[in-house]
């Protein structure tokens, strides 16, 4: 066995999943086996069988990835992206295995844990960087929120009964305004999620832009519109009309009250993600949505 405990792993997972437990475990045993130390916060180690040698922390802060070369993902899109926050704050790439439905975000399907742990321990992976947004709230000229975003920042109705009324802008310029259930402001890696579901465009992820795509708008004009990656979207709520809500990665939600501004630009920390696959994005989605290529011939 060969001794690398200078190396740490970052393992996180969703304990609530019988699938995921069962994957920590296998991971777990085969990290520990080749000598690398794993970390697993407290609150998670108590759903998990977890080995004497794994290091445990309590509290969920980027500090607890201090150290760490690689943060392992175990889950769904949603853990996924519970996964995105740690590594955006810490600079650890995230490596995802992917327990759910699609998974774009997700390098790995859980029938892959043990070439996985193969290739962690020969550090056969390459990490990229996919672009974020930086999101920006502002009422009557003040900043009342900023968050962030690796898919989209939606400004959505709170309630069923009205529409929500918007006029959209461009860097400093209208566009339009109609009333609807939202707006998804999205980057290219949350194409193939909220804005995909809203009738966006698929961008690939090495394609910088920014995406505008309006949800059941109530217009002629209310296309999805893709952006320079300079560019800076902005959603302004009519003063007149019932509060939304601004939900950032669908994880983090605020208010937004009559008259609100959201301001959404090019984010200045990415999320850097570890690579095992030299596989293309089309060849990603055609597999993530089952889509029918029979017929197909090629280059002849």
């Known amino acids: 066995m060969t001794q690398n405990l200078a190396r740490t792993v970052f393992l996180l997972a969703h304990t609530g999943r019988p699938a995921a437990i069962r994957s920590a475990e296998l991971v777990v045993k085969g990290l520990l086996r080749h000598g690398i130390g794993v970390r697993v916060l407290e609150e998670e180690a108590c759903d998990l069988p977890l080995p004497d040698e794994v290091e445990l922390v309590g509290e969920a802060t980027p ?8 943060l392992i993902v175990l889950g769904g899109d949603g853990t996924l992206l519970r996964g995105a926050e740690f590594a955006r704050a810490s600079g650890v790439p995230m490596l995802g295995v992917n327990l759910g439905r699609v998974g774009f975000l997700a390098e790995a399907e859980r029938d892959d844990l043990d070439r996985v ?17 930086d999101v920006v709230v502002h009422r009557n000229g003040d900043v009342v929120h900023t968050d962030w975003a690796l898919n989209e920042a939606a400004v959505q109705k709170a309630g069923a009964e009205k529409l929500l009324e918007v006029v959209l802008e461009i860097d400093g310029r209208p566009v339009t305004g109609f009333g609807c259930d939202g707006v998804v402001l999205s980057t290219p890696t949350g194409s193939t999620a909220y804005a995909f579901s809203a009738g966006g465009p698929v961008v690939w992820p090495e394609v910088e832009a920014l995406l505008m795509v309006p949800i059941s708008a109530h217009a002629l004009f209310a296309k999805p519109l893709v952006t320079s990656p300079e560019s800076v979207l902005a959603v302004e709520v009519l003063p007149h009309v019932p509060p939304g809500v601004l939900w950032c990665d669908g994880r983090r939600t605020i208010e937004l009250p009559p008259g609100a501004r959201v301001e959404v630009r090019r984010g200045a920390v990415p999320v850097r993600l570890a690579r095992l696959h030299h596989s293309s994005f089309t060849d990603r989605l055609v597999a993530k949505f089952a ?10």
């Open 117 to 133: 742990v193969d290739r962690v321990v020969a550090r056969s992976y390459e990490v990229e960087e996919r672009m974020t947004v």
């Open 63 to 70: 500090a607890c990835l201090d150290g760490c070369e690689l």
């Open 291 to 300: 889509l029918p290529t029979t017929g197909w011939r090629g280059a002849h």
